[in-house]
């Protein structure tokens, strides 16, 4: 599933593209995937313009001229896709917006988790506010502590609820939990005071690394434009069971194990119990 760097680098390409164009047309083929129907936000989009692109955790929103917005989450294979109407066909499109200037925003969605759903803007707010702090916004060290130390679930299960912690999922909560050197099933209120601040820096860390190479595509994500990104090419432990661990001075092998009914990756002699 996209996380906080991956919908954050989809937001901002789409936020440099969207706002001024209009819509034209609305085509879909799975009316699963627009609430609370295809008509309804037909008849509250075609013909007005973007305003802005905005985001909360993993949920994006579309704003438009006449109040309206568009929540989208793209779930475990959403793609949200900014091309020109004679551009080839994309895989799995199950909705485009048809948009001024030969435009089109698709929407592609190969298991079809994901949904666009018409909202006002007391709904967008009501979202959003489900989340907890993000990393790069109103998360600071004080509440990070607050949060762990108010907790005895396992700490990559914390890391990972979006109540709590805004934007993080499995791909980064792996490998903050490596550089921080803290084992995924430690229970949060048993990290030290120094332990938390690494896992802090940690996290921050690489949610900063994803952002600048645009997100993790070892699968299914692609940027706005249909790039891969480039995180998955820095991977300290994820996806990587059975190799040897990247410290130097260690000669542990990265192990898998299922914490939350997620695939975890670490170091069993970096990241002991």
């Not at 937001?11 to 209009?22: M, Q, S, T, Y």
């Not at 030969?102 to 994901?114: D, M, S, V």
């Not at 805004?166 to 490596?178: C, K, R, S, T």
């Not at 229970?187 to 900063?208: C, D």
Request: proline content about 4%; overall charge neutral; hydrophobic content about 35%.
């Amino acid at each position: 599933m996209p996380e906080l760097p991956e919908v954050e680098t989809i937001r901002r390409e789409l936020d440099e593209e969207l706002p001024g164009l209009e819509v034209k047309d609305v085509i879909c083929k799975d009316a699963r995937l627009l609430k609370p129907d295809p008509k309804v936000i037909e008849n509250a989009i075609i013909g007005e313009r973007f305003l802005e692109v905005d985001r909360r955790a993993k949920l994006l929103a579309f704003r438009f001229t006449n109040d309206v917005n568009l929540l989208c989450h793209l779930r475990m294979s959403g793609r949200l896709l900014f091309r020109d109407q004679d551009d080839p066909e994309d895989t799995y499109v199950e909705v485009k917006l048809k948009l001024s200037e030969g435009k089109e925003l698709r929407f592609a969605n190969a298991r079809k988790f994901g949904y666009m759903q018409l909202a006002s803007d007391e709904e967008v707010q009501k979202a959003f506010a489900k989340y907890g702090p993000e990393p790069f916004d109103d998360l600071t060290l004080e509440k990070f502590k607050e949060i762990l130390g108010g907790s005895r679930a396992m700490i990559k299960n914390l890391l990972m609820d979006q109540s709590k912690i805004a934007g993080v999922g499995n791909i980064y909560a792996n490998d903050a939990l490596f550089l921080a050197k803290i084992h995924p099933e430690k229970s949060a209120n048993s990290l030290s005071a120094s332990q938390q601040v690494s896992l802090f820096e940690a996290l921050k860390k690489v949610l900063w690394e994803g952002l600048e190479t645009k997100g993790a595509s070892d699968q299914w994500y692609r940027t706005a434009h249909g790039e891969k990104g480039g995180y998955q090419e820095l991977f300290r432990v994820y996806g990587k069971a059975g190799q040897p661990c990247p410290r130097k001075d260690c000669d542990g092998r990265i192990k898998r194990i299922k914490v939350g009914g997620r695939g975890t990756f670490y170091c069993p002699i970096c990241q002991n119990k």
